[in-house]
């Protein structure tokens, strides 16, 4: 017959319970140096994603923000023409053209900007960056105020279209 025992070797000096317990923090300490390096490794690769994708959005804002740039020749000659007009008389004035809305071009964005640094994966981006970021941002946020301040005037201009007199107040907002 077969003999079942299971026999436990167990160690009968300090040397041998000492030897266990170096083995047993030295897996731990093993197990735990993985975990961070996977976990350093993931936020790297995370960081990575976030970085490219904030480059992608702003790089699409500056193009926004340049081509708005070109048009300000257009914006100018358009204002010029606008209060020349003004300062005909009523019965020399041609009606004003039916313009079609805003000064249109690019949307800058940013959408990427807000959920990064809602969900804290901002965090995972070097400091130095993270403070080129939020400068960047800043400027597209100041460029969206302003466009949408002077698309609020051309759609209050584009309202006038096709007229040929003005009362006071309409004539004081198109002097400004």
Not at 27 to 43: C, H, K, M, Q
Not at 145 to 165: F, K
Request: net charge positive; charged share 25%; aromatic share 8%.
């Amino acid at each position: 017959m077969i003999d079942m025992r299971i026999r436990w070797l167990i160690p009968h000096a300090w040397r041998n319970h000492l030897t266990e317990l170096v083995i047993v923090a030295a897996g731990v300490v093993l197990g735990i140096a993985a975990t961070e390096g996977v976990r350093a490794w993931t936020d790297a690769a995370e960081a990575r994603t976030i970085r490219q994708a904030l480059d992608a959005e702003l790089a699409r804002n500056y193009y926004a923000m340049e081509l708005r740039q070109r048009m300000g020749r257009c914006i100018d000659r358009r204002g010029k023409d606008l209060l020349a007009w003004l300062d005909l008389p009523p019965e020399r004035r041609r009606p004003l053209p039916v313009l079609t809305g805003g000064m249109g071009g690019a949307t800058p964005f940013t959408t990427i900007w807000q959920v990064a640094a809602g969900n804290g994966s901002a965090a995972k981006i070097p400091v130095s960056d993270l403070i080129a970021y939020a400068e960047s941002y800043g400027a597209v946020g100041n460029f969206i105020r302003q466009r949408d301040i002077e698309n609020g005037y051309w759609t209050n201009i584009t309202d006038l279209g096709a007229r040929r007199t003005l009362d006071e107040r309409e004539a004081a907002f198109l002097r400004g």
